[in-house]
């Protein structure tokens, strides 16, 4: 159906090739669900004279309860940056990202070597405007394995809540398949929940591995004042888990009473490591407060970490949000890595 008229539907709009059956069916045909979901229109229309909304199928997203869909375009294209002028708008989106001081920026020759050297630098682009970037280089894992270590993954304030970082992760995984290489790792701050619900829930991320103040002192915007503590992800990205999770065949672990109390095999054990549901807004309001969640879960972490347990997951009900634990899974990774 494409002419000059928009037809809404509930449908909600999820990346394509869009999943077929089970729990991800269900959830794409789940009418109740909350208003920050894009939903599908059908039709075309040249109300806004761009060739864009000229197809069979939009995904757009209400701008709050009540209000009317966000239209701004949708099809927002990722590919490699290559001219100077797009890597420079990669620096000044840093600085938006991350309120980095220009001392920390990673600078256009850095960025220009790694991607010319088995790197990757992808950008997303609202017509001639950068909303996001992915930057990452190749390493090696501690027993001489290639890897792919992602450094940079920014999103610009304005394209924030629109799924273009989880869009950005499968551009990256893509090119890094191509290359040969399964494994993608990163490091993020563990106290910030809507980087660990994307790292784990939505991407299928595994991390065993917590790092103690990574970065030293750093003086950005977000991090300033704290320990620059990290969880090292691990993305397996040709794993069947991975596949499954970007199928969406994984339901939200929303009651996360159901976690503790679900069967499990003799001596598996299990844990969850609760943080808050916003992070920025304690360590405003109370930097000391701040500094007791970092401490708390550090030693969370590096106790269920050092008793063979794995991030595996993240949970998120009304303001909570829980880290995922388990130890049949940080075997099953383990064995993965030593195959290696």
């Given at each position: ?10 449908s ?12 991800a ?9 909350s ?6 229109l ?7 004279n761009?060739?864009?909304n000229?197809?069979?199928?939009l ?27 797009e890597?420079r ?10 309120r ?17 050297n088995?790197?990757?630098l ?6 001639e ?14 027993a001489?394995?290639?890897k792919?270590?992602?450094h940079?993954?920014g999103?610009?304030?304005?394209y924030?809540?629109r ?7 499968l ?15 990163w490091?993020?701050d563990?106290?910030?929940?809507r ?10 991320a ?9 970065y030293g ?25 991975v596949?499954?999770r ?15 109390t679900?069967?499990r095999a003799?001596?598996e ?14 360590k405003a309001a ?14 969370q972490f ?9 991030v595996?997951?993240?949970g ?18 383990l064995?993965?890595s030593?195959?290696?």
């Amino acid at each position: 159906m494409s002419g000059n008229v928009w037809e809404w539907t509930r449908s909600v709009y999820d990346e394509y090739p869009y999943p077929v059956g089970g729990q991800a069916l269900q959830q794409r045909e789940y009418l109740m669900a909350s208003d920050s979901h894009s939903r599908v229109l059908r039709g075309g229309s040249f109300a806004h004279n761009n060739e864009n909304n000229l197809r069979c199928a939009l995904g757009l997203r209400p701008l709050a309860q009540g209000q009317p869909p966000d239209y701004s375009p949708v099809s927002i294209a990722i590919r490699s940056l290559t001219t100077d002028a797009e890597i420079r708008a990669v620096e000044e989106l840093q600085r938006l990202a991350w309120r980095l001081p220009d001392v920390e920026i990673v600078p256009l020759h850095v960025l220009v070597t790694a991607a010319r050297n088995g790197g990757l630098l992808l950008g997303a682009f609202d017509g001639e405007r950068l909303a996001g970037f992915v930057f990452g280089f190749l390493g090696l894992t501690a027993a001489g394995q290639l890897k792919h270590c992602s450094h940079m993954a920014g999103v610009h304030p304005d394209y924030r809540d629109r799924n273009l970082g989880y869009r950005l992760k499968l551009a990256q995984r893509a090119h890094v398949l191509a290359q040969g290489i399964d494994l993608i790792t990163w490091t993020f701050d563990p106290l910030e929940a809507r980087n660990g619900w994307l790292n784990f829930h939505k991407l299928g991320a595994v991390c065993r591995t917590y790092l103690r103040s990574v970065y030293g002192d750093m003086r950005d915007g977000l991090n300033a004042g704290l320990p620059s503590d990290r969880l090292q992800v691990d993305w397996w990205i040709g794993s069947q888990r991975v596949e499954q999770r970007l199928r969406g065949d994984a339901p939200p672990p929303s009651v996360l009473s159901a976690w503790e109390t679900a069967p499990r095999a003799a001596g598996e054990d299990r844990a969850l490591i609760t943080i808050p549901a916003n992070f920025q807004a304690i360590k405003a309001a109370d930097l000391a407060l701040a500094m007791q969640w970092r401490l708390a879960t550090r030693q969370q972490f590096e106790s269920a970490f050092a008793q063979g347990m794995a991030v595996v997951d993240v949970g998120r009900e009304a303001d909570q949000c829980c880290y995922l634990l388990d130890a049949g899974t940080a075997q099953n990774e383990l064995q993965r890595s030593q195959r290696q």
